[in-house]
């Protein structure tokens, strides 16, 4: 997985697909800062995440985007995306491997080395650590630390995504310490004085 330094942010869709969520995902992406595109939606049937699905891939593939899916390995398959991403109580990253061969598998290693080891030894494609803020999106954890990037960095070359909180204010940092791509979803959809376009915007 090459990373190119100036796409360097890892967009995750909002949890509820609005109506104005595809003009503006076209507009964001449009920016040329987005590398990598993940569809998560948690409480919809497979039958709507593929509607969703089918009409998002086309933008990615239009931008150059990677388009992967959280958590689900049989959406990946039915909709050729470009791979996915597994959280610890997710499918295994083995067992995923059969399902969709050398597709992106990026696997969730919270704060720990420990399971970033395991990943890296199954071959994921990246490892994502977090939270490094408190983070709307969803519920803080696990804390993870500049120092665990440090120490991440010294043990692999696979790419590192940072994910919690991640915002205008904080996002250089991680950046500066080692972090390939940073996954941001609340800062862009979420954001109260910012529309989409021109949160994005801001982080260059």
């Known amino acids: 997985m090459k990373f190119n330094k100036k796409k360097f942010i890892y967009l995750i869709s909002p949890s509820k697909i609005n109506k104005s969520f595809i003009s503006d995902l076209i507009k964001v992406l449009k920016q040329n800062k987005v590398s990598l595109f993940q569809l998560r939606l948690k409480k919809i049937s497979f039958k709507k995440k593929l509607i969703i699905g089918k009409k998002v891939k086309k933008i990615c593939k239009k931008f150059n985007?990677?388009?992967?899916?959280?958590?689900?390995?049989?959406?990946?398959?039915?909709?050729?995306?470009?791979?996915?991403?597994?959280?610890?109580?997710?499918?295994?990253?083995?067992?995923?491997?059969?399902?969709?061969?050398?597709?992106?598998?990026?696997?969730?290693?919270?704060?720990?080395?420990?399971?970033?080891?395991?990943?890296?030894?199954?071959?994921?494609?990246?490892?994502?650590?977090?939270?490094?803020?408190?983070?709307?999106?969803?519920?803080?954890?696990?804390?993870?630390?500049?120092?665990?990037?440090k120490k991440a960095r010294k043990i692999t070359k696979i790419p590192i995504v940072a994910i919690g909180g991640v915002n205008f204010e904080n996002y250089k940092k991680l950046l500066l310490n080692k972090a390939n791509f940073l996954a941001i979803s609340g800062y862009i959809w979420n954001n109260k004085k910012l529309k989409p376009v021109e949160a994005i915007k801001k982080l260059r």
Do not use: P
């Open 65 to 149: 985007v990677k388009f992967l899916i959280n958590d689900d390995v049989y959406l990946v398959k039915k909709l050729d995306a470009d791979g996915c991403h597994l959280g610890q109580k997710d499918m295994n990253i083995i067992k995923a491997r059969k399902l969709i061969g050398n597709k992106i598998i990026g696997i969730t290693c919270h704060n720990s080395l420990r399971l970033a080891k395991i990943a890296i030894k199954n071959k994921a494609n990246y490892l994502a650590f977090g939270a490094f803020n408190s983070s709307k999106t969803k519920k803080v954890k696990f804390k993870a630390s500049i120092n665990l990037l």
